[in-house]
């Protein structure tokens, strides 16, 4: 059989499809080597290009980054945003936390950001994170008005302080835990920044002791 027959065949993709895998694979390798250490010649070995063909989409590594910046934000936007597995907003927000402190797509999440914020950002990066960081807080505001439309929040809490205060109360526990392998796992103590902060802004704090409960319970049946 000729060789040709045997090589590996790859799948043609469009122009923006191609522009997502390099932002992608930018950010997958940014796990593994910082993005300092994401050349431009790793990114077309991940994705099975040669490294020219990158510049046929993007016409610089920082364009590539810039792109890498967009689709972490839209991931993480995306995540944020979906309250289906939660039977309130304050259950979303512990199930939130908990993802933070773990392996999961939002833990993964917050390294890369804080990996980002800690380089050697241009101006223009930078503005591209803060653009995301603002989009960011306008979703946790909208998930504190729908917190106050389903009662789970009480009518007189300030959305954007308490919004300002959450990710106080996340940094807290998430930075550590994730970050520097301190801390807990996964909220579940009562004493938690977070488990305190939800107390504090709703009527109903019995409702935090279930949902904590539920939490313990998924883990121990996932492990």
């Known amino acids: 059989m000729p060789a040709s027959a045997t090589r590996k065949r790859t799948t043609r993709l469009s122009g923006p499809e191609r522009k997502r895998q390099i932002a992608e694979a930018m950010l997958t390798l940014a796990e ?3 993005f300092q250490g994401v050349t431009t010649a790793k990114i077309a070995a991940h ?3 040669s490294e020219p063909a990158l510049y046929m989409h993007f016409e610089s590594r920082e364009m590539m980054l810039r792109a890498a910046i967009d689709v972490l934000y839209e991931e993480d936007l995306a995540k944020i945003s979906d309250t289906s597995g939660a039977e309130d ?3 979303h927000f512990l199930r939130m936390s908990s993802l933070y402190r773990t392996g999961s797509e939002l833990g993964r999440t917050l390294r ?3 990996q980002l914020l800690a380089g050697p950002l241009g ?3 930078r503005e591209r994170m803060l653009l995301g960081e603002a989009k960011r ?5 909208g998930l504190a008005e729908l917190g106050k439309a389903q009662g789970a929040i009480r009518m007189d809490v300030d959305s954007r302080q308490f919004v300002w205060d959450l990710y106080s109360a996340y940094s807290a ?3 550590p835990s994730y970050i520097l392998g301190l801390g807990r796992s996964a909220p579940g103590d009562r004493d938690d920044p977070l488990v305190r902060l939800l107390r ?7 409702k935090i002791d279930a949902y904590l409960d539920r939490l313990a319970r998924e883990r121990v049946l996932g492990q």
Do not use: F, R, Y
């Open 123 to 125: 101006p223009v990066l």
């Open 32 to 34: 593994k080597h910082g």
């Open 200 to 206: 504090s802004v709703t009527d109903d704090p019995a």
């Open 89 to 91: 907003v304050i259950e």
């Open 47 to 49: 994705v099975g290009v």
């Open 173 to 175: 526990e998430s930075i």
């Open 137 to 141: 807080l306008d979703v946790h505001i």
């Open 112 to 114: 890369l950001k804080l």
